[in-house]
Nanobody, 115 residues
Framework: VQLVESGGGLVQAGGSLRLSCAAS????????MGWYRQAPGKQRELVAF????????NYTDSVKGRFTISRDDAKNTMYLLIDMLRPEDTAVYYC?????????WGQGIQVTVSS
């Protein structure tokens, strides 16, 4: 599966962004989809995920109530809507999917939040 991300950029604190992750290839076998982020000097962390089968989602505590993960199966695209952005949300965001054959990462997209 190949992943292409879009939608990042520079935004002021309190603003919003929507990240997109378009998948191609063997998308029928995807069983897990999620968004990670990596801030400078920090480890990559899982911020949200959504299961393919049940459509349930989960979020790390620091983003609950501000981030919304969703998917559009007809477009093979996953989204991350980020509201009420904070400077500490500044990071490179990566989408990730898992199939029966293994995992795939997007190229990463920069989100920078100015105070």
């Amino acid at each position: 599966v190949q992943l292409v991300e879009s939608g990042g950029g520079l935004v002021q604190a309190g603003g919003s962004l929507r990240l997109s992750c378009a998948a191609s290839g063997s998308t029928f076998s995807i069983n897990f989809m999620g968004w990670y982020r990596q801030a400078p000097g920090k480890q990559r962390e899982l911020v949200a995920f959504i299961t393919r089968s049940g459509g349930s989602s989960n979020y790390t505590d620091s983003v609950k109530g501000r981030f919304t993960i969703s998917r559009d199966d007809a477009k093979n695209t996953m989204y991350l809507l980020i509201d009420m952005l904070r400077p500490e949300d500044t990071a490179v965001y990566y989408c990730y999917v898992r199939t029966i054959g293994g995992g795939s990462w997007g190229q990463g997209i920069q989100v920078t939040v100015s105070s």
